[in-house]
């Protein structure tokens, strides 16, 4: 009779370490499954022009999130007011903001950029930056010194874009 008493115990201790364990397991699972949609508005907010950089919004369980730079705090403003006007009540506005670009400074680090460059001796180069958006003009006598030039020009601190007219 004790036998079958040690068996039944057993047998209980056994169910009850197994309930304690699956429960949690079952609960973790279902804690996967339930995460929240997320809706991808960029798209929308690149399309009204908003004056930001690297434009990020997604939308997170009834909250929007907008990810970017921007040169002044009315534009990113307006990205929440976008996202307010869309209906959403909940926005969360990362938008970093930076110093508008000092275009004389992005010049002249260009300029000194290209001049360091022995590949690029006997080019001419002509620059333009407004707001750090670089155009590079002149005359090149290689085909290769055309695409070095923008490369190197990508890399000056403060330029933004770059936008050649140099021969072909």
């Known amino acids: 009779m004790t036998r079958t008493i ?3 115990l057993g047998s209980a201790l ?3 370490l197994l309930v304690a364990v699956a429960i949690p397991a ?5 804690a996967k499954q339930q995460q929240p949609a997320t809706n991808d508005l960029s798209a ?13 919004v ?9 990810r970017g730079r921007a040169v002044g705090k009315a534009n990113a403003e307006a990205a929440s007011k976008m996202a307010r006007d869309l209906g959403y009540d909940r926005v969360a506005n990362l938008v970093q903001i930076i110093e508008p670009p000092d275009d004389d400074a992005i ?3 260009a300029e000194r950029a290209l001049a360091s ?11 333009d930056s407004s707001n750090g958006a670089l155009l590079v003009a002149g005359t090149v006598k290689y085909e290769l010194q055309k695409d070095m030039a923008v490369h190197v020009l990508r890399g000056v601190d403060g330029v933004r874009t770059v936008k050649s007219d140099l021969p072909q």
């Open 107 to 109: 010049e002249r680090r």
């Open 117 to 127: 460059q022995r590949s690029l001796d006997g080019c001419n180069f002509r620059l």
């Open 44 to 56: 929308s907010f690149r399309a009204a022009n908003l004056g930001i950089d690297d434009l990020r």
């Open 14 to 16: 056994f169910l009850a």
């Open 26 to 30: 079952a609960a973790l699972a279902g």
């Open 58 to 66: 997604v939308e997170v369980g009834g909250i929007v999130v907008i």
């Open 6 to 8: 040690k068996t039944s």
